[in-house]
DNA sequence: CTGAAAGCGCTTACAG
DNA sequence: CTGAAAGCGCTTACAG
């Protein structure tokens, strides 16, 4: 039995010809490991719990991808977890993770200050930040700077000749959102335009969301206006809604949209977007965890990417590239 | 210790103001049950595994979001897996679930014959198989009738005055498409329509892959032709390749999608898409497995939904709505 | 209704 | 390099 769980661990201590031997054995028997028996034993697994906050967006999923590209690089499995934006759903998957006693966590936090990621920290529990700041005495995060893209979204409208402007974003409390709203202003003061031009609609962060604001911005607004989005999928339904209704993109309406999805470049308007590098966000975030885990030197970081316009035909053309700036 | 783990366990056999000693103890010290420790001792977990085919698209998501309810609503965490389409990565999560000693399997599953899955339930664990039909004998399974999905289709771009036809599907392992690429041959040999009248793409099953479609078929066919995709993703991007060309929808390119996504209808043509049932599908599941788990008495259950044409622009208007057929 | 005891399937020092 | 022994944190009959 221990010559077994030497051959399984820790190979090279076990003679090759005995090694040969189990190998075949636990072939013919089907042996499979006991995971909890394994964890319990040992006091770790090789468990990570990645929890997002919507993955019915692809840019959850992306990220996604790039955490569990490098955690099985790493051999570890990572169970995934949607909160779904929902405060209550993500206090169940921290409690879950808990009691699964997974070896870190990579979580994409609902609220600005959770107590039971604080708790969860406390309890010693590698943790990454995904997609959102974080002191780095705290841990390691990883995120994407959402003022500067909103800087970036609100300059090229300007200079696209925009004048009125109008911010589609989910729930108030969605902190990337609000960044992403206050770099929009910022440029807006930039210009001098008062913060009394802009319109402000939050809806559910979906392509049926975005229609919906499309609508109240068609009834609130006649256009010009520059319409920037929290995401693709609202920026989408914006456009769907306006161009429904007979008026024009990017004339009446200059849409800028947010995360450069693929499925941007495929609507009747090509969109305008801010890409965020979000396989890297995942993998980054992935690497750092591991790290965390696994070597005692480890230091905690925190990386900021930029995100990078993306100028399509939602948007009116500019002389200076946009993509270039920041 | 014991009168603890009666108080989690089976709280009734507990005296109530030793319970509320056991509560407030718990609480002060901050404990959390050791998951692996429980389930070694009880020889069960409360864990179901679902492992689906490609979860960027939106369609497994859905899936997986039915799933996910009923599973908490019943108290099981389900750890969520991607095989991406790869025999190479369903092999390692199914490893993975097997070592975790889960309750429970759902699997859209890759190939026709794994032998993974035979073994998995031929070691007695609760499998439904989701989106693919299987002998009653061998267990549960909930799927949409494919084939009838295809008829429906083709049925409808008969009607609409087509004669020529595409079908962009996945890899030729794709048993979902093969089924609807069927069912499109047996409509058409029903209006009479030779098999050479029919252009057959592979694509990867994304937008991208589509437009690439798009321009294969752009380079194959000068229309007026009627394209059946497997999914809307390729739908979305055979349709923006077309338009991209300066090609008519529906005039030179008919185009029918699959699923019947939100984004569906947000394409500058909205697309005529074959609606699936995909949260009921998942519930369905879920419902399906928890019973095989729970009551002895369990019956394999085939079920098998029904697919619904909801035509929209981007196939020409006919007479009898194809929705009311089949 | 409550406490002492064995055991779930492994891993890990520890002697040989 | 290999085997016997304790122990990981629980649950479950089993006596009291």
Same mark, same amino acid.
């Given at each position: 039995?221990a ?9 090279q ?12 054995a636990?072939?013919?028997?089907? +042996?499979?490991?006991?995971?909890a028996?394994?964890?319990?034993a ?6 990570i ?6 993955l019915a ?16 690089r790493?051999? +570890?499995v ?5 909160s ?11 409690q879950a993770?808990e009691?699964?006693r997974v ?5 994409s936090?609902?609220?600005?200050h959770?107590?039971?990621i ?9 943790t ?26 609100g ?6 000749g ?5 911010f589609?974003?989910?729930s108030?409390?969605?902190?990337q ?10 440029a ?5 335009i008062?913060?009394s ?6 809806? &559910? ?8 604001a499309g609508?109240?911005?068609l009834?609130r ?5 520059g319409v920037?989005?929290g995401n ?9 809604a306006?161009l429904?209704?007979g008026?024009?993109v ?6 800028v949209?947010y ?6 470049s495929?609507?009747?308007v ?8 979000m396989y890297?966000?995942g ?5 750092l965890?591991?790290?965390e ?5 480890? &230091? ?5 990417f930029?995100? &990078? ?10 002389d200076?590239?946009g993509?270039?700036r920041?």
């Amino acid at each position: 039995m221990a010559t077994v769980s030497n051959f399984l661990n820790r190979p090279q201590l076990v003679a090759p010809n005995t090694g040969s031997r189990i190998d075949e054995a636990m072939r013919q028997l089907g +042996y499979v490991p006991h995971g909890a028996a394994r964890q319990l034993a040992a006091g770790r697994s090789r468990l990570i719990s990645l929890v997002v906050l919507d993955l019915a967006n692809p840019f959850f999923l992306e990220v996604a991808r790039g955490v569990e590209d490098v955690a099985s690089r790493n051999g +570890y499995v990572v169970t995934l977890f949607n909160s779904d934006d929902s405060p209550t759903r993500e206090q169940h998957a921290l409690q879950a993770i808990e009691e699964l006693r997974v070896s870190g966590l990579l979580i994409s936090p609902v609220g600005a200050h959770s107590t039971m990621i604080g708790r969860v920290r406390a309890d010693g529990l590698p943790t990454v930040l995904l997609d959102r700041g974080g002191s780095k005495s705290e841990g390691c995060s990883v995120a994407v700077d959402d003022h500067s893209g909103g800087v970036v979204a609100g300059e090229h409208l300007i200079a696209a000749g925009l004048r009125r402007f109008a911010f589609v974003g989910g729930s108030t409390h969605l902190q990337q959102h609000r960044a992403r709203l206050r770099g929009l202003k910022a440029a807006m003061r930039g210009a001098g335009i008062a913060d009394s031009d802009l319109i402000i609609v939050r809806e &559910q962060m979906s392509v049926a969301g975005g229609l919906r604001a499309g609508e109240e911005l068609l009834a609130r607004s006649r256009g010009p206006i520059g319409v920037f989005c929290g995401n693709d999928l609202l920026a989408m339904g914006v456009e769907r809604a306006v161009l429904t209704a007979g008026r024009r993109v990017p004339d009446d309406f200059a849409i800028v949209g947010y995360d450069d999805l693929t499925l941007a470049s495929t609507t009747a308007v090509p969109l305008t977007s801010i890409a965020q590098p979000m396989y890297d966000l995942g993998s980054t975030a992935a690497r750092l965890l591991i790290d965390e885990i696994q070597s005692a030197g480890h &230091q905690h970081e925190r990386v900021q990417f930029k995100p &990078q316009l993306i100028a399509r035909d939602s948007t009116p053309a500019t002389d200076r590239p946009g993509a270039e700036r920041h």
